[in-house]
C-alpha cells in the first residue's frame, strides 16, 4: 500500500494567529505535524499552504511544500487543488492530517490509509474510538458517529449519538458503544479533485461537518475504530502550552 500524507495550513486563525508558525520546542508547529507524518508509512508528506512564510518555514527545516491558493473555502479545496498540483491519479489514496495535531500518532495515518485500501466501495475513510465519559458524549463539540454492520460510517452528529432511549441520557450499553470522530481523513484522489464540485447539504450546514456532504450525496466512507485517542490538537492558547509541556525533554 502507497500513500501520500498531505497537510494543509492556512496560516489565518481567529483563536491562535499564525498557528501553523507556532514555535514547539525549537520548531514551528506545522514542522512538528510534517516530521511526525513521516514517521508513517507514507511515501511522501507534503504540506499545502497559502501563505509563503509556512513555505520557507518547511523549505528551512526540509519539509516539501505546495503553494496553494489563498481563496479556498476549506481544507478540502485546498488539499484537490494540491493533488492537482503533484499530478497524483485518481486511484492514489491520500491522507489528510491536520496542520495543528503535532502529536498525532503515525500508526493511526497508516490505520486510516489501510481502512481505506481494503474497502474498494468507499471514496474515504476516517478514524472514531470508544467513548467513556457522559460528559464528552453530551459534549456538542465532540463529534459522535454511527457505522453500519459493514464499518462504514452511518452518521455523523454534535448530539449524543446513539441515543439510547432508556439510559436517561447515559452512555450506551457496551455492545454498541459510542464514537467519537477523530479528525484524519484517507481519500481516493479522484475524489478529491470531484468534492470541491459536490453541492453542500442541509445537513452539513446544520451540523457544521463537511464530512456530510460526502454521505448526503450517497458516497461511502470506512471507519477504523482506534484502540488509542489521538494526541491533543492545537486550537488556542491554552493548548499550545499543554502540547509545548508535553513536548520538553523529561
Known sequence: ??????????????????????????LPMIV???????????????????????????????????????DHASGSDRLAEAVDQLALPDDALVVNVQGDEPLIAPAMIDACAGQLAAKPDCVMATVAHALDDASEFANPNVVKLVMDAAGRAL????????????????????????LRHVGLYAYRAGFLRRFPTLSASPLELL???????????????????????PGPGVDTPEDLARVRQLLQPV
Not at 155 to 178: C, E, I, K, M, T
Request: glycine share 6%.
Open 207 to 229: 451540523e457544521s461537518l463537511e464530512q456530510l456532504r460526502v454521505l448526503w450525496h450517497g458516497e461511502r466512507i470506512a471507519v477504523h475504530v482506534s484502540d488509542e485517542r
Open 155 to 178: 452518521y455523523f452528529s454534535r448530539a449524543p449519538l446513539p441515543w439510547w432511549r432508556d439510559g436517561g441520557g447515559q452512555l450506551p450499553p457496551a455492545d454498541y458503544p459510542a
Open 1 to 26: 500500500m502507497s500513500f501520500t500524507v498531505l497537510i494543509p495550513a492556512r496560516l489565518a486563525s481567529t483563536r491562535l494567529p499564525n498557528k501553523p508558525l507556532a514555535d514547539l520546542a525549537g
Open 32 to 70: 512538528r505535524v510534517a516530521q511526525r507524518a513521516a514517521q508513517s508509512a507514507a511515501a511522501q508528506v507534503v504540506v499545502a499552504t497559502d501563505a509563503p512564510e509556512v513555505l520557507q518555514a518547511c523549505a528551512a527545516h526540509g519539509v516539501r511544500a505546495l503553494l496553494t491558493r489563498a
